[in-house]
């Protein structure tokens, strides 16, 4: 009968071995390694981050990956690392506009409205988003929609130099129909 009890003190001892308690507010902390303690590769955890530490979230590379890619032209790889951020981190309204931008490029539609219509749920209507859906007209060959989005993109934020190219682009693509 003793030894059933030894057992179960030793295992009581052992799980209070991982825990610690900081003196100065009595909190428990199981996730925090205690000075000297040792990674299982053998390194200190001296310098390492804390979940609480990390300046950053986990869609921030992918998204800044995919908007090299998209300025390089390679909008196929952009578009997978936007959708990669996507799922990292689902409420990025950002993200979904790159994303959706990106579909526009590589003519799937489809998915690209899909995309916009999920960016401006979590962003709302912002004169980037118009801006883009009204590229995503112009691309289309729908130009009375393209402008009427661009007008809404020159509403909010009239001094946008990107805004006042598209209107330009799209005024030059009225004039310069190509059958």
Known sequence: MKRPIAVVACLFMAALAGCQTNGADGVVRTN???????????????????????EYYASDQAVAEAKNQFRAENYGNAGALFFKATQLAPNDGGAWMGLAASCDRIHRFDL????????????????????????????????????????KAYELAPNDPTVVNNLTLLSSSVQNIER
């Open 32 to 54: 925090e390694p205690s000075k000297g303690d040792v990674t299982s590769f053998g390194d200190a955890f001296d310098g390492l981050k804390t979940v609480g530490d990390v």
């Open 112 to 151: 690209a409205d899909r995309a916009y219509g999920r960016a401006f749920k979590l962003s709302g209507a912002t004169p980037e988003y118009y801006n883009n859906v009204g590229y995503s007209f112009l691309l289309r060959g729908k130009l009375q929609d393209a402008r009427s989005n661009f007008l």
